[in-house]
């Protein structure tokens, strides 16, 4: 005991830290790149002539099952404090490249509206599960004709938990997820709302306490996802209460 105050373990604490870290966004990092295909799907749909709106889209399905077993098997292999910190930061960055590919958009249709409204409720569930995702029962596997269509398989992923652990995600992961995805369902919402009540919804539905800029710049990329032609914006800015030069 009589050196213990003589030993400082600070530095090696510090590096030990800036490891985890460095090791977390490498998981994360590759995650999101195991989803490029899927946002790019999304690209390359021509949302503007979408006439019918029907299960979650292709894109949606790859995502599931892209995301999935790679959480689980991240959760198995890192410490449970690890494991949030990756869930967060996994959470916030594909929301925020989510929302990118959306806004990034050419024009959207009613009907398109719909259906991506849609799919981000699919995801938005993934996500919010991400944090007590296990493997399935094998259990629910069976084997030969007696086994769980592939489907049902699926959709049992999300609700299994082997580890007799909470199937509850902590309220403050909730929180945040619930937060950054309003923001979409919210985009999506206005993009298929009428043209003349745009500006009013905007204003009850939209995070105006933001400045006049940003605020501008979202509401003329609203406007051009619904197809409201360029000539146009600046009177409706002017509606907004926001310089036209602003957007």
Known sequence: DKYKEKIDMAEEQGAFQDVTAKSIRVLVSGLEQRLDVPLKDISRTNWSSFEMVGEESSYVRTIHLTVHPFVVQVRELIPSSYFRSFCDKFAL??????????VGLKRISEMGTQQLLLDVYSIKTLLLKLPVLEAERKSALGSGSGGASSSSRQHHHANTNL???????????????????????????????????????????????MDTTAMASDFTTIMTLKGIVRAEHAAMLETLGVEAGEG
Do not use: H
């Open 93 to 102: 960055s594909f929301a925020s490249a989510y929302y990118r590919t959306l």
């Open 163 to 209: 580890s007799g652990g909470s199937t509850i995600a902590p309220a403050m992961y909730t929180k945040m997820v619930n937060k950054e995805f309003r923001k979409l369902e919210v985009m999506l919402k206005l993009v298929g709302s009428p043209k003349d009540m745009l500006v009013d919804m905007f204003r009850a539905q939209w995070d105006c306490s």
